[in-house]
């Protein structure tokens, strides 16, 4: 990443001047490997879809395993690495990235019944290209709409000041914890849906969206029950500072709310990509991202002074208003009756209705 562009990103997170060339670093590092992260994204929603959840998944695990073993390294001059500081830990992230992908790589090459060969990288099908472009482009706007308003909505914290943020990013981590089971569901109902979808059992699909999301929804319940009990000795184990530590623990129960709504947008959000029906996602997302939680942020979290707790109320908005307008979405089940006229009928359909008229 050039020198001009890192620094405009780390002024836009109102980071000291003293803070600058550290961020300079870290950015023109991390930021030339964004490429990696993208493949890794792919590469891991591909293999999942083939039915090989395992895989992505040790692969995740494994890159956070030796991030933390190298941070540990160039952090503390460990393991025979030399002291690096933060440019350690910068490259620890590109390497762990760098591996992660020749990981994914390799099982993405095995992940089919026929491996991929060199040749088949020149194949080109227009009406297949037609199709991903028709669903991706949604999704990719979709997610660059979540990072950009996740990036103003940090830039309204910066400006509340190093204890906002820092609660921030500790709650952050909590609700990451806690949204873990739900995520995984949501992913492993996605993949059910899709390939029911794809097989023409539209009635099965449309169930199982429900089945995944309230499943998703029991274990976020319960999760976010067991972080409101225990969040301030989770706190007690990243910090010792007693503001960040208040200010995070007046956000909890507003933390803890939040989640059920984040599964209902991400079970049904999923449920309707997995059909095809991106679009919609794209739109009331950049309507409900930057209308509701990065406009609403700023209203309530700057304009009116509520801090954190306005930023807090401004996310959850967002997430029970786009979880209401996908289940609405998913209710009315447009694109699933759509497939259903279109799927020509079987010849066991045929042959079901001439037994019937003949025994009539």
């Not at 914890?177 to 949501?186: H, N, P, Q, R, V």
């Not at 909890?252 to 095809?276: C, D, E, K």
């Not at 954190?308 to 401004?314: T, V």
């Not at 694109?335 to 079987?346: F, H, Y």
Request: proline share 2%; with cysteine.
């Amino acid at each position: 990443m050039e020198h001009a562009e890192a620094v405009l990103l780390a002024r836009l997170f109102q980071l000291e001047e003293r803070l600058i060339p550290l961020a300079h670093t870290y950015i023109s590092i991390v930021g030339s490997g964004m490429v990696l992260t993208a493949l890794v994204a792919t590469l891991s929603t591909t293999i999942r879809n083939t039915g090989n959840t395992k895989g992505p998944m040790i692969t995740a695990i494994g890159m956070n395993v030796i991030h933390v073993v190298l941070n540990y390294g160039w952090i503390n001059g460990a393991f025979g690495f030399p002291q690096l500081g933060l440019t350690g830990v910068a490259i620890s992230t590109l390497v762990s990235r760098v591996l992660g992908t020749c990981l994914l790589l390799y099982m993405f090459v095995s992940a089919f019944e026929r491996k991929i060969g060199w040749r088949d990288l020149t194949i080109f099908n227009r009406k297949l290209f037609k199709e991903i472009i028709r669903i991706g482009w949604p999704l990719g706007v979709n997610m660059s709409s979540w990072v950009l308003s996740q990036l103003a909505i940090y830039s309204f914290l910066a400006t509340m000041g190093a204890t906002a943020l820092a609660a921030r990013t500790y709650l952050n981590t909590l609700e990451s914890i806690c949204f873990m089971l739900g995520y995984s569901i949501a992913l492993s109902a996605q993949i059910q849906i899709a390939h029911l979808f794809g097989s023409g059992q539209t009635k099965e699909a449309y169930k199982a969206g429900y089945r995944g999301t309230w499943i998703g929804l029991g274990l976020v319940g319960c999760n976010s029950i067991i972080l409101f009990l225990i969040g301030q000795r989770f706190l007690g184990l990243f910090t010792s500072d007693t503001a960040i530590i208040q200010l995070a623990l007046s956000c909890l129960v507003l933390t803890a709310v939040l989640q059920p709504g984040r599964m209902i947008n991400m079970g049904f959000g999923n449920a309707l990509s997995a059909i095809g029906d991106t679009r919609f996602n794209m739109v009331i997302s950049l309507f409900s991202m930057w209308g509701v939680a990065a406009g609403l942020s700023y209203v309530l979290g700057l304009h009116l002074g509520w801090g954190l707790a306005g930023i807090y109320i401004a996310m959850m908005s967002d997430e029970y208003l786009r979880g209401i307008l996908v289940v609405i979405r998913w209710r009315k089940q447009k694109d699933l009756r759509l497939a259903e006229a279109k799927r020509p009928v079987s010849s066991v359909s045929v042959m079901t209705t001439h037994n019937e008229v003949h025994s009539a």
